[in-house]
């Protein structure tokens, strides 16, 4: 009987969830301190033509600092690039070019820039302030026998957003997202998602992400490799000097 | 009955025609409408479709090039679009303003593939050591300073400033891709139909291939139907005239029409059968119409005239037609065929339209053939004639001026065929004069809208010739970036030559920008790896688009694209051998070059309407000789027919040389029509010289074959000024075909009646005993 009525309330205070209760139940689950991986994204264009590129990665407090060194394509070897996500300021971004011998500053004001030629933009790889988006609710569904919270993400108009709203299907069990639909400011379809995640130390992490921009039929994708978690990286290696050499570990 | 029958024809094909037409009319009348009907209905998959590029060969290298740099990099025809107020600098807020409108509104349709101006280009710029890539105009209200930060920084990179702003900073440029070379009619007036409202505030100017290309199928179609009301109106007025005879004219005149319904739904038919671009109507086809209505009309002409004369002599409508039709139907069969072979050299024609117009103009013309051989001579055996009428009783005007005409050339026959080769010789003089011109810009006359703009775009903006190089190779190797500069610069030092632009200037830009802005660095770094270091910094923040018209997404293909004002064909021919000699001087010969673009393409089209009009000639003249050996069993008639015909196109091209009138892909198809119908006079002639020398002594013959087939000749080149109506073509090669048309109409029949009337006078003795052996 116990059992009956437990599944009951949780079954109300599920189905009583709001939007933004959903989200802030996303942005609350328990995340890696920091996390290490060796990424190979393709990219594929509207005529079939791809480009290969490998690279390393150390972030930490949800990737709101990373350092990235490229290893291939071979062309861009050595070059390495730093991010630092602030609250109240632009963010700080640096690029290490090794022929130049030169770090330089990148523009960070556009989120809409793309990254790395890719499909995915700053604001794709940012993470969303609560607080910046409304929440809508729409119907469960379930996709790839997940079942799934689907929400209607929409940025709020002090934000500058490339996109006018998102549909986001969040996996009820692991609280990670697995499909997103990303629509511009036009209200027309622009980018659709995929993502497959893995389980590590007790985290859901992501090990696969999948992106087609729609309007330029290009695609991104990218698998994460040598995954590591909560390895202890210091905060101290997202400075510039660090640019310059690639981790021995 | 059976006595008119046992006079309708010796001959079992001609008595046939003629039973069909004397005992079957309604019959025959009903078949050939009902066939008609069927050819005609092709005209649902009738298409006009003037895109240059589709009239060379697909093979043909420039074309090859061309095709495999709009694979890609998108379609290279594109549309320009200037706007602005003279007298009024363009860098203020309402201007950007207005900018931005239009670049949103045909972002959003679906028929643009990518816009090119301010409003969609980025800047890059050092700003306290931060690498920004930013939109050159980031939003669509700007303050008055920020246009004018704008301002100075395309002061700062006047390559960037030539493509978005005219010299005098009175003009913005937007540039305007498809997203396909396909249906560009409906392209253009999308773009036109969403700018014009937007802009109503300024003055605005288009320019560039797709926009003409664009504009051309509803110009071609108007032009057409106005040219095809202008051509029958002419003849109608000239048959009434001579005829007097309404039901007549109208017999004629359903003869033409449904000839042409005939070739249009034909063009349709074998477009929609074959898929085949040669049968798409372009503007050489434009005179088409007329043409065939002439040789039509021509048909007709001969039959009415020759059933008037006969029912005057036989006082009876049957007989009358029984020996109209026993004399005509091989006279017309054979003019037919001459016709035919003549346009049918068309098909030898490098030129891709040139070929459908061969074919189809043929087939109208066989259909002329058929309905002047079946149909007509129904139509005539069921209207009651009035046996006391003025057409039938009196001979016209024309008929007068004959009987006076042929006293002059019988009597005098060497000083007429002196004076036709005085006039052969002067044509001969003009021939080294002509030139060929194939610019379309020279299509129109000064002082129309499509000619001012496009000269607005020629002398304000970058030009609208394209000069594209494909380099195929590693474009992030700095001597290949280098060489492309040089190269670049080479090409930028001819005057006429506004612009040019290639990956190169970009990193060019980049590396200025790495280095602090300062401009000793704006040069291609030596080191490879620095090249990719810029590459990858501007991955980072700018746009994997950007760069997607001058390099491919593998870095393995770069374009070097330039634009230059109208150059004269001399100037394009010296350019492009130059530019040829450059490449092999200044690039890697392990690089894979092809240089193409507008100025290559209109470079190859005048070899080829060269080639086109000399072989369209020679064969013709060839064919119609052979032709005309066989049909009259001497290789003398062969010859003696040929000879009004070359002097026709000699003094045709002499007088196209000293009126400086163009030799165009347009006007390369006249050799082919002067041969084609010109020829008809001079079988009309042959035919009766021999039928008549039968029956007449040497000493008359000339002047009775003269008498006989002098007034229909004469009529029919009267009615063939229904060619005039191309004058009032908006195409000006097409007014000129239509004044040379005119003229080679005087020439090539004038030319039968005295210069072959003169000839065959000449050599009477050998003609007439000849032919009585036979």
Same mark, same amino acid.
């Given at each position: 009987?116990?059992?009956?009525?437990?599944?009951?309330?949780?079954?109300?205070?599920?189905?009583?969830?709001?939007?933004?209760?959903?989200?802030?139940?996303?942005?609350?689950?328990?995340?890696?301190?920091?996390?290490?991986?060796?990424?190979?994204?393709?990219?594929?264009?509207?005529?079939?033509?791809?480009?290969?590129?490998?690279?390393?990665?150390?972030?930490?407090?949800?990737?709101?600092?990373?350092?990235?060194?490229?290893?291939?394509?071979?062309?861009?070897?050595?070059?390495?690039?730093?991010?630092?996500?602030?609250?109240?300021?632009?963010?700080?971004?640096?690029?290490?070019?090794?022929?130049?011998?030169?770090?330089?500053?990148?523009?960070?004001?556009?989120?809409?820039?793309?990254?790395?030629?890719?499909?995915?933009?700053?604001?794709?790889?940012?993470?969303?302030?609560?607080?910046?988006?409304?929440?809508?609710?729409?119907?469960?569904?379930?996709?790839?026998?997940?079942?799934?919270?689907?929400?209607?993400?929409?940025?709020?108009?002090?934000?500058?957003?490339?996109?006018?709203?998102?549909?986001?299907?969040?996996?009820?069990?692991?609280?990670?997202?697995?499909?997103?639909?990303?629509?511009?400011?036009?209200?027309?379809?622009?980018?659709?998602?995929?993502?497959?995640?893995?389980?590590?130390?007790?985290?859901?992490?992501?090990?696969?992400?999948?992106?087609?921009?729609?309007?330029?039929?290009?695609?991104?994708?990218?698998?994460?490799?040598?995954?590591?978690?909560?390895?202890?990286?210091?905060?101290?290696?997202?400075?510039?000097?660090?640019?310059?050499?690639?981790?021995?570990? | 009955?059976?006595?008119?029958?046992?006079?309708?024809?010796?001959?079992?094909?001609?008595?046939?025609?003629?039973?069909?037409?004397?005992?079957?009319?309604?019959?025959?009348?009903?078949?050939?409408?009902?066939?008609?009907?069927?050819?005609?209905?092709?005209?649902?998959?009738?298409?006009?479709?003037?895109?240059?590029?589709?009239?060379?060969?697909?093979?043909?290298?420039?074309?090859?090039?061309?095709?495999?740099?709009?694979?890609?990099?998108?379609?290279?025809?594109?549309?320009?679009?200037?706007?602005?107020?003279?007298?009024?600098?363009?860098?203020?807020?309402?201007?950007?303003?207005?900018?931005?409108?239009?670049?949103?509104?045909?972002?959003?349709?679906?028929?643009?593939?990518?816009?090119?101006?301010?409003?969609?280009?980025?800047?890059?710029?050092?700003?306290?050591?931060?690498?920004?890539?930013?939109?050159?105009?980031?939003?669509?209200?700007?303050?008055?300073?920020?246009?004018?930060?704008?301002?100075?920084?395309?002061?700062?990179?006047? @390559?960037?400033?030539?493509?978005?702003?005219?010299?005098?900073?009175?003009?913005?440029?937007?540039?305007?891709?498809?997203?396909?070379?396909?249906?560009?009619?409906? +392209?253009?007036?999308?773009?036109?139909?969403?700018?014009?409202?937007?802009?109503?505030?300024?003055?605005?100017?288009?320019?560039?291939?797709?926009?003409?290309?664009?504009?051309?199928?509803?110009?071609?179609?108007?032009?057409?139907?106005?040219?095809?009301?202008?051509?029958?109106?002419?003849?109608?007025?000239?048959?009434?005239?001579?005829?007097?005879?309404?039901?007549?004219?109208?017999?004629?005149?359903?003869?033409?029409?449904?000839?042409?319904?005939?070739?249009?739904?034909?063009?349709?038919?074998?477009?929609?059968?074959?898929?085949?671009?040669?049968?798409?109507?372009?503007?050489?086809?434009?005179?088409?119409?007329?043409?065939?209505?002439?040789?039509?009309?021509?048909?007709?002409?001969?039959?009415?005239?020759?059933?008037?004369?006969?029912?005057?002599?036989?006082?009876?409508?049957?007989?009358?037609?029984?020996? @109209?039709?026993?004399?005509?139907?091989?006279?017309?069969?054979?003019?037919?065929?001459? @016709?035919?072979?003549? +346009?049918?050299?068309?098909?030898?024609?490098?030129?891709?339209?040139?070929?459908?117009?061969?074919?189809?103009?043929?087939?109208?013309?066989?259909?002329?053939?058929?309905?002047?051989?079946?149909?007509?001579?129904?139509?005539?055996? %069921?209207? =009651?004639?009035?046996?006391?009428?003025?057409?039938?009783?009196?001979?016209?005007?024309?008929?007068?001026?004959?009987?006076?005409?042929?006293?002059?050339?019988?009597?005098?026959?060497?000083?007429?065929?002196?004076?036709?080769?005085?006039?052969?010789?002067?044509?001969?003089?003009?021939?080294?004069?002509?030139?060929?011109?194939?610019?379309?810009?020279?299509?129109?006359?000064?002082?129309?809208?499509?000619?001012?703009?496009?000269?607005?775009?020629?002398?304000?903006?970058?030009?609208?010739?394209?000069?594209?190089?494909?380099?195929?190779?590693?474009?992030?190797?700095?001597?290949?970036?280098?060489?492309?500069?040089?190269?670049?610069?080479?090409?930028?030092?001819?005057?006429?030559?506004?612009?040019?632009?290639?990956?190169?200037?970009?990193?060019?830009?980049? =590396?200025?920008?790495?280095?602090?802005?300062?401009?000793?660095?704006?040069?291609?770094?030596?080191?490879?790896?620095?090249?990719?270091?810029?590459?990858?910094?501007?991955?980072?923040?700018?746009?994997?688009?950007?760069?997607?018209?001058?390099?491919?997404?593998?870095?393995?293909? #770069?374009?070097?694209?330039?634009?230059?004002?109208?150059?004269?064909?001399?100037?394009?021919?010296?350019?492009?051998?130059?530019?040829?000699?450059?490449?092999?001087?200044?690039?890697?010969?392990?690089?894979?070059?092809?240089?193409?673009?507008?100025?290559?393409?209109?470079?190859?089209?005048?070899?080829?309407?060269?080639?086109?009009?000399?072989?369209?000639?020679?064969?013709?003249?060839?064919?119609?000789?052979?032709?005309?050996?066989?049909? +009259?069993?001497?290789?003398?008639?062969?010859? %003696?027919?040929?000879?009004?015909?070359?002097?026709?196109?000699?003094?045709?091209?002499?007088?196209?040389?000293?009126?400086?009138?163009?030799?165009?892909?347009?006007?390369?198809?006249?050799?082919?029509?002067?041969?084609?119908?010109?020829?008809?006079?001079?079988?009309?002639?042959?035919?009766?010289?021999?039928?008549?020398?039968?029956?007449?002594?040497?000493?008359?013959?000339?002047?009775?074959?003269?008498?006989?087939? #002098?007034?229909?000749?004469?009529?029919?080149? #009267?009615?063939?000024?229904?060619?005039?109506?191309?004058? +009032?073509?908006?195409?000006?090669?097409?007014?000129?075909?239509?004044?040379?048309?005119?003229?080679?109409?005087?020439?090539?029949?004038?030319?039968?009646?005295?210069?072959?009337?003169?000839?065959?006078?000449?050599?009477?003795?050998?003609?007439?005993?000849?032919?009585?052996?036979?």
């Amino acid at each position: 009987m116990k059992i009956f009525w437990k599944l009951v309330f949780s079954t109300t205070i599920i189905f009583s969830q709001t939007g933004i209760e959903i989200a802030r139940m996303f942005d609350a689950k328990k995340t890696p301190q920091d996390m290490s991986n060796v990424a190979n994204m393709i990219l594929t264009n509207s005529k079939g033509k791809s480009r290969v590129n490998k690279m390393v990665s150390r972030s930490i407090d949800g990737n709101k600092k990373q350092i990235i060194w490229f290893l291939e394509p071979k062309d861009d070897k050595g070059v390495a690039f730093l991010k630092i996500e602030h609250e109240n300021k632009d963010d700080e971004m640096r690029m290490w070019l090794p022929a130049f011998n030169k770090v330089r500053r990148i523009s960070s004001k556009k989120k809409g820039d793309s990254f790395m030629g890719s499909d995915l933009s700053y604001e794709d790889l940012s993470n969303r302030d609560i607080d910046d988006h409304t929440y809508n609710r729409i119907d469960d569904e379930i996709i790839d026998e997940k079942s799934c919270y689907v929400l209607e993400v929409i940025p709020n108009s002090k934000v500058r957003s490339s996109y006018s709203k998102h549909i986001t299907w969040i996996d009820k069990e692991s609280l990670m997202i697995i499909k997103e639909q990303s629509f511009d400011r036009r209200g027309a379809l622009k980018k659709k998602k995929k993502f497959s995640h893995s389980e590590l130390n007790g985290y859901f992490v992501m090990n696969s992400v999948f992106v087609e921009d729609v309007q330029k039929n290009h695609k991104t994708e990218v698998s994460f490799d040598e995954l590591r978690v909560d390895t202890g990286i210091s905060p101290n290696l997202f400075q510039e000097k660090n640019l310059k050499r690639l981790p021995r570990n | 009955m059976s006595e008119i029958k046992s006079k309708y024809s010796k001959h079992p094909l001609r008595k046939w025609f003629i039973t069909q037409s004397l005992d079957f009319p309604l019959r025959t009348i009903l078949i050939s409408l009902i066939a008609t009907i069927f050819l005609g209905s092709g005209i649902r998959f009738f298409i006009i479709d003037d895109d240059m590029m589709k009239i060379l060969p697909k093979n043909l290298d420039s074309r090859i090039s061309w095709d495999v740099i709009q694979e890609e990099f998108g379609s290279t025809e594109v549309i320009f679009i200037a706007f602005g107020k003279q007298g009024e600098s363009i860098f203020n807020p309402d201007a950007f303003a207005a900018l931005w409108d239009v670049e949103e509104q045909l972002e959003a349709s679906n028929k643009v593939e990518e816009i090119t101006s301010i409003s969609t280009a980025t800047r890059m710029d050092n700003l306290d050591g931060f690498m920004e890539i930013d939109d050159l105009q980031p939003y669509r209200d700007m303050r008055a300073d920020e246009v004018n930060d704008v301002k100075l920084y395309l002061e700062k990179n006047p @390559t960037i400033k030539k493509r978005f702003v005219s010299e005098d900073n009175e003009y913005f440029m937007i540039t305007v891709q498809p997203y396909s070379s396909e249906g560009l009619n409906y +392209f253009r007036d999308e773009v036109v139909s969403i700018v014009d409202p937007i802009l109503s505030n300024y003055e605005i100017y288009y320019g560039g291939q797709a926009y003409v290309t664009g504009t051309m199928p509803a110009m071609i179609r108007d032009d057409v139907i106005i040219l095809a009301r202008i051509g029958i109106f002419i003849m109608a007025m000239v048959l009434l005239l001579n005829l007097r005879s309404l039901p007549g004219v109208a017999m004629v005149i359903m003869v033409i029409a449904l000839s042409l319904f005939a070739m249009v739904g034909s063009m349709g038919w074998i477009y929609h059968l074959t898929g085949s671009e040669r049968f798409l109507f372009t503007l050489a086809n434009t005179s088409m119409p007329i043409i065939l209505l002439t040789i039509a009309n021509s048909d007709g002409v001969h039959v009415i005239s020759k059933f008037f004369k006969e029912l005057r002599l036989k006082k009876d409508k049957r007989l009358a037609i029984a020996s @109209t039709m026993d004399s005509l139907l091989i006279p017309i069969f054979l003019t037919s065929i001459t @016709t035919i072979a003549a +346009f049918a050299t068309l098909t030898l024609s490098p030129l891709e339209p040139l070929f459908g117009y061969g074919v189809v103009i043929g087939i109208g013309i066989a259909w002329a053939w058929f309905l002047s051989s079946l149909l007509l001579p129904s139509v005539i055996n %069921l209207k =009651h004639w009035n046996h006391k009428s003025s057409a039938i009783t009196k001979p016209s005007i024309f008929e007068k001026i004959i009987n006076r005409f042929g006293k002059v050339v019988l009597t005098h026959p060497k000083y007429v065929f002196s004076a036709g080769a005085f006039f052969v010789l002067i044509g001969l003089t003009g021939l080294s004069k002509v030139i060929v011109d194939v610019n379309m810009t020279n299509f129109f006359r000064p002082g129309t809208e499509i000619r001012d703009t496009m000269d607005f775009m020629d002398n304000n903006m970058t030009g609208t010739v394209d000069i594209r190089v494909r380099i195929e190779g590693d474009i992030k190797d700095p001597k290949t970036l280098s060489s492309m500069r040089t190269l670049q610069d080479s090409m930028e030092k001819d005057p006429k030559v506004i612009t040019s632009f290639s990956i190169a200037n970009v990193v060019e830009q980049m =590396h200025r920008t790495v280095m602090d802005d300062d401009p000793q660095f704006e040069t291609v770094p030596v080191e490879r790896d620095k090249v990719n270091n810029l590459f990858t910094m501007y991955s980072m923040s700018g746009d994997p688009d950007d760069f997607s018209s001058l390099v491919d997404y593998e870095y393995k293909v #770069g374009l070097i694209t330039a634009f230059s004002k109208v150059m004269t064909t001399q100037e394009i021919f010296a350019y492009v051998n130059k530019m040829t000699n450059q490449v092999k001087a200044v690039m890697d010969p392990a690089l894979n070059i092809d240089f193409t673009g507008m100025i290559v393409i209109l470079r190859d089209l005048v070899i080829m309407v060269v080639r086109s009009s000399a072989l369209s000639i020679i064969f013709s003249l060839i064919i119609i000789g052979i032709i005309a050996s066989i049909f +009259f069993k001497r290789i003398l008639w062969g010859i %003696l027919a040929v000879i009004p015909l070359s002097s026709a196109v000699i003094i045709n091209f002499g007088f196209m040389g000293y009126f400086g009138i163009e030799l165009s892909h347009i006007t390369a198809l006249l050799s082919s029509v002067i041969i084609g119908v010109g020829v008809d006079f001079a079988i009309h002639y042959i035919s009766q010289y021999r039928r008549l020398s039968k029956t007449i002594g040497t000493n008359k013959l000339s002047r009775s074959v003269v008498d006989d087939v #002098g007034y229909p000749i004469i009529l029919d080149a #009267g009615s063939n000024m229904g060619f005039g109506a191309l004058l +009032f073509s908006a195409f000006v090669p097409i007014q000129y075909i239509g004044g040379l048309m005119v003229f080679a109409m005087v020439s090539t029949s004038i030319g039968t009646l005295t210069v072959l009337a003169a000839l065959a006078e000449l050599l009477k003795s050998r003609l007439v005993k000849r032919d009585e052996s036979l």
